[in-house]
């Protein structure tokens, strides 16, 4: 599968999905939150796997975020990415930049999860699933 710099916003949404769909690729950011010092089962880094089902964007895209109580980051500042992620594993995020947004809302167990996001740019809409593996 080719990883290619995402056309717009709703493509990375992982943000999110956590979203909440960022770079080409973002493997291992040097974020990590020991697990004596996590707030929430979900707090750490996670590689999350951002795929489009619907609409003119890239294929697919793979991030890394983290979460720290219950809050989803990304690194890239040129995004505004807000995201959160409930007790019982409920992920609802939003990522966006100009007039670009993407959203996304799922669910996410110990090490693994799935969901769906959408988003739309002032020329394009598209939407798709993305899967989350935890990483640290």
């Known amino acids: 599968m080719a990883i290619r710099k995402p056309g717009i916003i709703a493509a990375n949404f992982a943000a999110v999905v956590l979203g909440t769909l960022f770079s080409a690729v973002a493997w291992a950011l040097p974020w990590t939150t020991p697990t004596a010092l996590a707030r929430t089962p979900y707090d750490g880094s996670w590689s999350v796997l951002i795929v489009t089902d619907s609409g003119s964007c890239d294929r697919a895209y793979r991030y890394a ?3 720290a109580d219950g809050r989803v980051y ?3 500042p040129s995004f505004d990415v807000s995201g959160r992620v409930d007790a019982r594993g409920h992920v609802f995020v939003r990522v966006s930049a100009g007039g670009q947004y993407a959203s996304g809302s ?7 999860g799935d969901g769906r996001w959408s ?4 020329t394009s809409q598209c939407s798709g699933h993305w899967q989350a593996e935890r990483r640290g």
């Open 119 to 122: 988003g739309r740019s002032s």
């Open 65 to 67: 975020l983290r979460i």
């Open 106 to 112: 799922g669910q996410l167990s110990a090490n693994y």
């Open 74 to 76: 990304y690194s890239d």
